[in-house]
């Protein structure tokens, strides 16, 4: 069974930083992708960043949305992936969640807010 736990979310204001980190259930090698989504109120959830085989930020993707302001990265040793979040804007405010996907399967953590705000 693979689970996910997420922390690291709160309330910043607009231009500062945030690190969410995603602990999963083995490592995260096993997986064939490790990433962030996130979900504002009256809107589908959205890809924010993304690292295949959850091993090694070489591989990363980014919505465009965040590129240059968010990075994702991997601790094999801690079976953690990390989104560094730099320059946070009102826009980023949403429900953040850790997704993995093995076997064309796709597992979600619980979710943690993120809130932008003066």
């Known amino acids: 069974q693979v689970h996910l736990v997420e922390s690291g979310g709160g309330l910043v204001q607009p231009g500062g930083s945030l690190r969410l980190s995603c602990t999963a259930s083995?490592?995260?090698?096993?997986?064939?992708?490790m990433g962030w989504y996130r979900q504002a109120p009256g809107k589908q959830r959205e890809l924010v960043a993304v690292?295949?085989?959850?091993?090694?930020?070489?591989?990363?993707d980014y919505a465009d949305s965040v590129k240059g302001r968010f990075t994702i990265s991997g601790d094999s040793a801690k079976n953690t992936v990390y989104l560094q979040m730099n320059g946070l804007k009102p826009e980023d405010t949403a429900l953040y969640y850790c997704?993995?996907?093995?076997?064309?399967?796709?597992?979600w953590g619980q979710g943690t807010q993120v809130t932008v705000s003066s």
């Open positions: 083995g490592s995260i090698f096993s997986y064939n992708s």
């Open positions: 690292i295949l085989n959850g091993a090694t930020s070489n591989y990363a």
């Open positions: 997704n993995a996907r093995q076997g064309g399967i796709d597992y």
